[in-house]
């Protein structure tokens, strides 16, 4: 079996993990979730930083040693990237050392991910303020990804962000889509989208990468497990 560990701010699209686990079809793969302390629910520079912290992470990381993670990721975009490319490294290297596991972030998890999936150019659509998804766009860009479009949407709490469903987020992909871009990113991971992904591939007519679904996969990749799932994306339908 391959367990796989992934601590999450608060409490809005967790229920996206048990349903991506489903989808795999792989009876061996658990993917296991612990809730850290989200802090103030606030989509905003200060707020993101301190629920990102090292404490705040470590003091989760016992429960998911205990139920057997072999690998551990931060389930949280905006809550990595907004340390920038160096600080986000950081804060990796940080929670490894405190879970004594191999660790990622859903911010490295996009940038590793858009490279499986052979593109160069993306379009960002995100549910964050301006000011916020303009940070997803600069470690973007650090990790040599060209940015051709981006589109922020205003909402400041996670728990809004939690309540969007079909509609709003076929509407937020389309609407973030970009005639240039190879593939289009929704980078939050409070944001519902498993249940949704060939649909929204369908629409687009290219590969659509969203913070839970990529963040499954590098926490597999860390794992060293390679899992197909067409119902997954053009993300989980790569070589194995």
């Known amino acids: 079996m391959t367990a796989v560990g992934f601590l999450y701010p608060g409490h809005s699209a967790e229920d996206d993990y048990p349903r991506i686990e489903m989808l795999l079809l792989d009876s061996d793969v658990r993917l296991y979730v612990v809730h850290t302390d989200i ?41 990595s990237f907004v340390f920038g490319w160096d ?28 490279r499986e999936v052979g593109a160069a150019r993306v379009a960002v659509a995100a549910t964050y303020p301006d000011d916020v ?6 470690f973007l860009k650090a990790a040599d990804i060209e940015v051709v479009a981006e589109r922020g949407s205003g909402i400041i709490t996670a728990a809004e962000v939690g309540t969007w469903g079909r509609e709003e987020v076929l509407e937020l992909a389309r609407a973030g889509d970009h005639p ?10 409070a944001l519902h989208t498993a249940a949704y992904i060939p649909e929204l591939e369908e629409t687009l007519g290219k590969p659509v990468l969203t913070a839970n679904q990529v963040t499954v996969w590098e926490g597999l990749r860390l794992a ?4 197909r799932s067409k119902r997954l994306g053009t993300l989980f339908a790569t070589r194995e």
């Open 180 to 189: 240039d871009a190879e593939a289009v990113l929704l980078p939050d991971t």
């Open 133 to 138: 998804a303009a940070y997803f766009t600069d």
């Open 224 to 227: 060293g497990r390679r899992v």
């Open 39 to 79: 802090g103030e629910d606030a989509h905003r520079v200060d707020a993101l930083l301190e629920m990102g912290s090292p404490a705040r992470l470590a003091a989760k990381v016992e429960e998911l040693r205990l139920a057997g993670a072999e690998a551990v990721v931060w389930a949280c975009t905006s809550g």
């Open 87 to 114: 600080g986000a490294h950081e804060q990796v290297r940080s929670l490894a050392r405190a879970a004594g596991l191999p660790a990622s972030s859903t911010s490295f998890a996009f940038a590793h991910a858009v």
